[in-house]
C-alpha cells in the first residue's frame, strides 16, 4: 500500500499554488520518501506534491518505461529556465484516473532545482522526459493537464481498462 492518498480531480487542491521549500530539513526528506513511495506503487510516470495533499514545490519523475535507465528524480522548487520546440503527445495523470489526452507540450526543457540534497541542480531534459517534468511543474502551479486541452471532444480520450 502507497503510504500516501492520491487526491484526485475535482478536489480544489489541485488549483492551488504551492510554497516553495525553505529548507531540505528531515521532515521533507522522510515526505519526499513517502512521495517516491506512492508513485512507486502506482502506475505514474511522476508525481506531485500537491497530489498527496501537501502544497510544497516538490516532484518527482521517473520515465524508465520509456527511456529506460532513468531512475528516479526527485526536484525541489523546479524552475522551468528555458523550453523549445513543439511536440504533442498523450497524457494521463493520477489524480484524474481514467483518461487520457492528447497535449501539446515544449519538446524541450532546461529546468533548475534543488536535488534532494538540497543542491542545486540543472537538468536538460527532451521527449518524454521533458513533457514529464512540464506535466509535474504544472501541478505546482494549480495547473492540470486538462487545462491545456483545447478541444475536449477530439482530445479527451477515455483510457482503455488495460491502461489503468
Ligand atoms: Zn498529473
Known sequence: ?????IV?????????????VVEVDAEVSLFIDDLVETMRGSTGVGIAAPQVGRLL?????DVTPKNPGHGELVLIN??????SGKR???????????FIANI?????????ALDRDGEAVEIEASGFEAVALQHEIDHLDGILFL????DM??????????ED
Do not use: F, W
Open 1 to 5: 500500500m502507497p503510504p500516501l492518498k
Open 8 to 20: 484526485k480531480y475535482p478536489n480544489k487542491t489541485l488549483q492551488e499554488r504551492s510554497e516553495g
Open 57 to 61: 514545490r516538490i516532484i518527482v519523475v
Open 78 to 83: 523546479p524552475k522551468i529556465t528555458a523550453q
Open 88 to 98: 504533442k503527445g498523450r497524457e494521463g495523470c493520477l489524480s484524474v484516473p481514467g
Open 104 to 112: 501539446k507540450r515544449s519538446r524541450k526543457v532546461t529546468v533548475s
Open 147 to 150: 487545462d491545456h486541452i483545447t
Open 153 to 162: 471532444k477530439r482530445d479527451l480520450l477515455k483510457r482503455k481498462p488495460e
